[in-house]
């Protein structure tokens, strides 16, 4: 059975810092690429940050993102975290985990699997 299960979602305050962490099972790792998608109350899917598949080895982050985020993806353990700094109110959105086979991060409609979720929320 494939599972992607997210954690580490939580209340911080502006400026502050998270990692989120999606552990995933029941398929081959180092073949799927995997990213994180966030939603944000009546607001479309957006992909936040997408890690390729090992021997692909890239990775790709949304422009309002771009050095604040970091994807890690860890082979050994089936683990993807995403390390979130300088948080802001807009960030504010479930973050969610997905998967796709030898995909090229183009577009969140491409995934094949996907976690339930895990909130973050970015509030004084």
């Known amino acids: 059975e494939v599972q992607l299960v997210e954690s580490g979602g939580a209340l911080v305050q502006p400026g502050g810092s998270l990692r989120l962490s999606c552990a995933a099972s029941?398929?081959?790792?180092?073949?799927?690429?995997i990213g994180w998608v966030r939603q944000a109350p009546g607001k479309e899917r957006e992909g936040v940050s997408c890690?390729?598949?090992?021997?692909?080895?890239?990775?790709y982050y949304l422009d309002s993102v771009k050095g604040r985020f970091t994807i890690s993806r860890d082979n050994a353990k089936n683990m993807v975290y995403l390390q979130m700094n300088t948080l802001k109110p807009e960030d504010t959105a479930v973050y969610y985990c997905?998967?796709?086979?030898?995909?090229?991060?183009?577009?969140?409609?491409?995934?094949?699997?996907w976690g339930q979720g895990t909130q973050v929320t970015v509030s004084s």
């Open positions: 029941g398929f081959t790792f180092d073949d799927y690429s």
């Open positions: 890690s390729t598949f090992s021997s692909d080895g890239k990775t």
């Open positions: 997905a998967a796709e086979i030898l995909g090229r991060c183009q577009g969140v409609e491409d995934y094949d699997y």
